[in-house]
């Protein structure tokens, strides 16, 4: 199990070569630009799209908006835990970087000495893309959207094989949706809980402004004595 792909006659070899080839052809800024958004800038990128998504579903109705919170909220949480059971899936399969094994790769970051499967990377983006999706479909589609485009910028880089990118993938979905209904079942009532808070219920659902609340009591007040009218009338 230490070594997935041995020779380049391996497919996932031959797509790695490829897709790493494209390093080699492109300007030294491009790479250095990939190097980035591979590294940081798509992690950075995943989390303004949940805030974004939060700002969004906080204006839901209150019952919808917590359950599109709690489901929000599963998304980090899922991706945290998709990354643990990676550890001991990384200390079973022990396969290394491909620059290891394979000569002529154009290596964006170096100092990467742990194992490659699978790409953590992939299963935060892919958990985070999926877990907004449960929250909420178009966010949910870009998401899903930047964690594919995290992948190809991985095997880009020269640091993971295409197939620690799919496990990735697989991994961060498998948590997120085999652990779903439990998370909702927890999460749910508790971010309801948080949402009756005075203080922290804005966490979960956006409060009317001033004025439409006063509107609000001032429509509560106008119906009973309108009721008392029409009995009178009556």
Same mark, same amino acid.
């Given at each position: ?48 799209? =949940? ?31 998709? *990354?643990? =059971? ?23 970051? /170096? ?23 449960? !929250? ?26 295409? /197939?620690?990118? *799919?496990?990735?993938? !697989?991994?961060? /979905? ?8 439990? !998370? ?9 809980? =948080? ?8 966490? =979960? ?30």
């Amino acid at each position: 199990m230490a070594v997935l792909a041995e020779s380049g006659s391996n497919p996932d070899v031959d797509l790695l070569y490829d897709i790493n080839g494209l390093a080699k052809d492109a300007p030294h800024w491009f790479d250095r630009v990939m190097e980035f958004v591979g590294e940081y800038g798509l992690l950075l990128a995943m989390v303004l799209l =949940v805030l974004w998504c939060w700002w969004s579903v906080r204006r839901r109705s209150e019952e919808d908006a917590a359950s599109s919170v709690a489901a929000l909220v599963w998304a980090p949480l899922a991706a945290g835990i998709a *990354v643990l =059971v990676n550890v001991p899936i990384r200390g079973f399969v022990e396969r290394p970087r491909p620059f290891v094994d394979h000569r002529g790769l154009d290596v964006l970051v /170096t100092g990467k000495t742990d194992f490659s499967f699978v790409s953590d990377h992939a299963t935060i983006t892919m958990a985070l893309g999926v877990g907004l999706f449960v !929250a909420n479909r178009r966010f949910g589609l870009a998401g899903i959207g930047l964690a594919l485009l995290e992948g190809f910028c991985r095997v880009y880089m020269g640091v993971h094989y295409p /197939t620690d990118v *799919v496990g990735g993938f !697989a991994l961060g /979905t498998a948590v997120v949706l085999l652990l779903s209904p439990l !998370a909702s079942a927890l999460l749910t009532p508790l971010m309801k809980a =948080v949402e009756r808070s005075p203080r922290a219920g804005w966490i =979960v659902r956006r409060r009317p402004a001033s004025g439409a609340q006063d509107d609000a009591l001032v429509s509560g007040a106008r119906r009973p004595v309108e009721s008392e009218e029409k009995d009178l009338a009556a």
